[in-house]
Each structure stands twice: as C-alpha cells, then as structure tokens.
C-alpha cells in the first residue's frame, strides 16, 4: 500500500488531500502561507491555492478548477504500481460554482484585469500571477507579431530555395513551409522525426543567402545536442553557407541567461542582434523559455519556430508548441498559412512510421498487432525482475554498438566513435528503480565489462567510454555527449560538435555520466538506428502517449519496447495532460 508524506500541520480537506496522495507537502506549505499573508481562511480557496501550486510543479500552467476532479494522485515517478493500479481516491470536491464564487470573493484572487494579486482567476483557471504574466506576454507578442506587415524575400530568392533536388510541388508541405518562412516575419513547422525539418531550414537559409549583406542566422535549441545536430544537417546540405553568418547555441546561451538567476543578456531592452533566428525542438521549450525569446525578438528579426507538438513537452512549465499548433489565431498571417505541418516520414523505416502513427492517434489494439507482426518493431515482455541477459536480441544490440565505438576509439578516430555510438541506445523514463535509468545503466556496463577487456572495470575513464554532459558550462552545453579515446598515447574525451570535435581531458568533464542508457526526456533532438525502450509500469505517472511516441520515434531502423502489454496499452490510452489558456 501507498503511503504518502502529510504535514503535520495539515487538517480538514488539506489532510484528506495530501493523505489521499493529490498533494506533497512543498504544495500544502505553499498554499498555507500564502493564506495566512492574505488572510484567507476558506478551506475551499487554500485547497485551489494549493492544487494550482501542484500543477505547476507537473507541468501544468494552471488549475482548471472546472475539471480538477479528473486529476490523480501525484506519485512518485519512481513508485512501482501495485497490480492494477493504485485506487482511485474517495475524495469529496467541492461543488464547481461555489469553488468559482469562494475564489472569486477571496483577498488572495485577482480577476481578469484586476491588480496583481498572489493568484489571478481567469474563467475557470486559477493561475500564479506570474505565470498569467508569462503567458499573457506570448500571447501578445505572437498577435502582433502576426499582425506585422510580410516581409517576402525577392521572388528569385524564393526560386533558389526551392529549386534544389528534390524538386517540390506548390501544394507540397516542404514548398509551404519556406514559401511561409520567407514571407512572414513568424512561421511554426511542425512535423515529426524524418518529415524533412531540417531539410525545410537549409531551403529557408538558402533563400536568404545574401553575398553583399550575408544575413546573421540563429540556430538555436533547448539542449546542446539539438542545437549540434541542427547545425551538422544545415552545414551539411548548405556546404560553406556562404551568403550567410551562422551562429549555433543553445537558448540559453543565445540569450546569455546567467546560470541559476533570471538574468539575461537580451530581452525587451537589449533586442537580439540576429536578423534570422530558427528555433528546433520548440516542443522542449517552457513557457517562461518562449516568454523571454519573444521579449528578445526584434519586430524585424524574422523568427521560424519548428517542433513536433506530439513529442514530450518541457520538464519545466508550458506545453508552448502545441498550444500554438492547436490555435488558429495565435500565429497567422495576411498572407497565407504561417503554421504548416509536414506530414510524409521521409528516414525511419514503414513499420516505425506505422507504429508512430497509431500511437499519435491512440489506436492501441492497433498498436499491439503492429509489435505482434513486425520484425524491426516489437515488444518483449519485462515486469521488472528479469535480468538483462534475458534479453538476447537487446544484448546483441549493446555488444555490437560497444565494440564499434571501441574500436573506432582504439583508433583514435573520435568522430567515428560518436557516430557509431548511436546505432543503438537504451531509453528509460524513470530515473532510478527497476525500470530507471540507473538500473538499466549499470546493469548494461556490467555486462558489458564481462565480455569486453578493461572495459568499465576502473572508476577512471576507459577506451571506448561513452559520457553524457549534464550541465552547461562555457565550454560544452547539458546534453552533448562523448567518447573517450585513445590518442596521442593518452586518453582524451572528444565531444559530438557540429563544426569538428571538441578535445578535452576527461578528467575536467566532472558533469559527464556513463551514457549506457539515458532518460526519454534527453533523448529529444536525437536520432539512432534502433532503440531499446524500457517501458514504465502500470500506473507510473510518465506512462503516457507523448512519452512513448517520443521514445519511438528516436529510431530510424528498429524499436524493442521492453514492458507489459497492459502498459503499452495505458500508455497509448492516456495523452499527457497540461492545462494551459494559451490560445484559448
């Protein structure tokens, strides 16, 4: 049975709502002082109070107090289900109006357009006045953006961008899409993994080449592996970009938010300098992230957002892309479609775009005789006991992928040990017990250290050592990964960048982990041949629709979903919740 962490100063509906589970105490703590600086004493507004505070913490902008009976018990991520399922909890709401009506009356609740106030109630949603802040300022930033005069670029231009092989149709998505972003000053792409994104921006670059006054050009991302691997695809099929002066970064550092701190160095005072700027992976940016780009965006910069609004949305607050591509009025122009989505799966092979496919639109039995009949898509069972060996063809996997990335780094050669690196990886959504990163990790290098020699048998880096970078410093960005290599007769970890590797001494690299396995939240902006995905149990809070169709769609060969079918099924059934009055 479950148990859960009460204050001990909870009493009445906040007890019966932590004990049940639908609090943790930061929320009751929270909401409790927030009362007592209001002078609020009505159990039914400290109870909003206090579920608002925990929708934030889930990702959540706000309360939608008209449907808060639908939400579930906050477990923990790590926190096996019983069989089944854990029981609904026997909780008694208060009624709707009169929830409405006691928030309303409350010295703790602005209205609409009253003044700042802790919480602000807009219809049904009960905000933090800062988040209403937040995504009050996207909203008005996107409307008249959208509301600027176009900006076409000259029609010979746009016949250059759209001339290069392969050759595309007007009613071609790819052919709307640049058409879009070389004629309004705001365009969102959206499509999935292979539908042709990058393919789309080195079109739109192309179009705004410029050998007297070559544009500045953004690429940016929310990690530094998004970023890398947007830059590698453009540089790729640009060659030399001339005509243009690329510049690839993360958010963060484009922006030059100090690390920890609110403080940045462009926003509403200080716009970016950039005349383009491109943001990948928009899906992974928060909404306090989009809040502050938009604030930095000059009228005259144009901006071309791309994502796929099906993937995971940010760890921290806001499901910004979807929002947008669920609304008609946020992002539009005078001129045509400023939202396009691109649709035909260009890379991953027929079974994986199949499997994604009925992921996307919730077609579970669909699912399961997909993985019954396929050959590069399946699924094994796993409960959580089972050993690794169990698992020959995952194994087979993880030993080929080894010894290609050791004997590349045996010779010295770092970019082909990157490259070979993700020809396979483990992908988990828990961090920690049997289904968790952590486990599946260890478990992986242990294995592997008894089949290969000297590998992963010292605390001290090996030939061949994969690392994952977990937090940003001047030199390398959370999210770049690397390889430890023999060279010069000493080992030396070199970092996957897009402009030729990164040398550095593993020894100064104190925030890399082992990447034998990494969580399915990292692994967006990624790609690799095939993909072992440990699915999580049966009443895991991550186990949703988004999760797995973002885990599938990292691989470009094959997928082996590791799991029950009982979860696959819940998890197929239960799209990620997020609530939000973006586009409302």
Not at 47 to 59: I, P, Y
Not at 222 to 242: C, H, W
Not at 255 to 263: F, M, Y
Not at 271 to 278: A, G, N, R, S
Request: glycine fraction near 8%.
């Amino acid at each position: 049975m479950r148990t859960h962490e009460v204050p001990v100063a909870a009493s009445g509906v906040l007890l019966q709502f932590c004990e049940a589970g639908m609090l943790q105490p930061v929320d009751f703590h929270l909401a409790r002082r927030m009362a007592q600086l209001s002078q609020e004493s009505d159990e039914r507004v400290e109870l909003a109070m206090a579920l608002a505070t925990r929708e934030l913490r889930l990702g959540s902008v706000c309360l939608d107090v008209a449907a808060a009976h639908t939400l579930r018990p906050d477990v923990e991520e790590d926190q096996v289900a019983e069989p089944g399922g854990a029981p609904e909890p026997d909780l008694e709401w208060p009624p709707v109006q009169e929830w409405l009506a006691a928030l309303k009356a409350s010295p703790a609740v602005s209205g609409p357009a009253g003044p700042d106030r802790p919480f602000r109630l807009v219809g049904d949603l009960l905000y933090l006045e800062r988040f209403w802040a937040e995504e009050r300022a996207v909203e008005t930033v996107l409307l008249r953006r959208s509301a600027l005069p176009a900006a076409p670029v000259p029609g010979d231009a746009l016949a250059a961008a759209l001339a290069t092989s392969p050759a595309l149709e007007p009613a071609d998505p790819q052919y709307l899409a640049v058409e879009a972003a070389l004629t309004n000053p705001t365009t969102v792409i959206t499509g999935g993994p292979g539908t042709g994104k990058t393919t789309t921006v080195a079109r739109i670059l192309r179009g705004l080449q410029d050998h007297e006054h070559p544009p500045l050009v953004a690429l940016t991302a929310p990690t530094g592996k998004a970023a890398t691997r947007l830059e590698t695809s453009v540089r790729e099929q640009l060659g030399e970009a001339d005509g243009l002066r690329l510049r690839s970064s993360t958010l963060h550092k484009l922006l030059e938010i100090v690390p920890g701190r609110e403080r940045r160095t462009y926003g509403p005072d200080n716009p970016l300098p950039h005349d383009v700027v491109i943001v990948d992976e928009t899906s992974m940016v928060s909404l306090t992230m989009m809040s502050w780009l938009l604030e930095a965006v000059a009228d005259s910069t144009r901006l071309v957002l791309i994502g796929d609004p099906d993937q995971l949305e940010s760890v921290e607050v806001g499901a910004v892309l979807a929002d947008i591509a669920n609304s008609e009025a946020l992002v539009s122009s005078p001129t045509g479609s400023a939202v396009v989505s691109l649709t035909r799966n260009w890379r991953s092979n027929q079974e994986i775009n199949a499997l994604a496919s009925t992921i996307r639109t919730g077609d579970a039995d669909l699912a399961l005789q997909l993985l019954a009949d396929g050959t590069t898509c399946t699924l094994t069972p796993y409960t959580g006991t089972e050993p690794l060996s169990q698992f020959p063809t995952l194994t087979t996997d993880l030993l080929g992928c080894a010894n290609a990335v050791r004997a590349a780094a045996e010779a010295g050669d770092g970019e082909l040990a990157n490259r070979e690196l993700e020809r396979h990886r483990i992908l988990c959504a828990h961090r920690e017990g049997a289904f968790g990163v952590g486990r599946w990790g260890a478990n992986a290098r242990a294995w592997l250290s008894e089949r290969l020699p000297d590998y992963g048998l010292t605390a001290g880096p090996w030939v061949g050592q994969p690392l994952l970078i977990t937090r940003s410093s001047d030199t390398v960005a959370n999210g770049d990964t690397a390889v430890v290599v023999r060279r010069g007769g000493r080992l030396v970890a070199c970092i996957d960048r897009a402009r030729g590797p990164l040398w550095r001494d593993p020894a100064v690299l104190d925030d890399a982990v082992d990447l034998h396995a990494m969580t399915i939240h990292k692994s967006q902006g990624s790609q690799f041949g095939t993909v072992s995905v440990i699915l999580p149990p049966v009443g895991s809070p991550l186990l949703t629709r988004q999760l797995l169709y973002t885990a599938v769609t990292r691989a470009k060969e094959g997928v082996r979903l590791y799991g029950t079918p009982e979860s696959l099924v819940e998890a197929i059934r239960t799209p990620a919740r997020r609530a939000s009055g973006l586009g409302r």
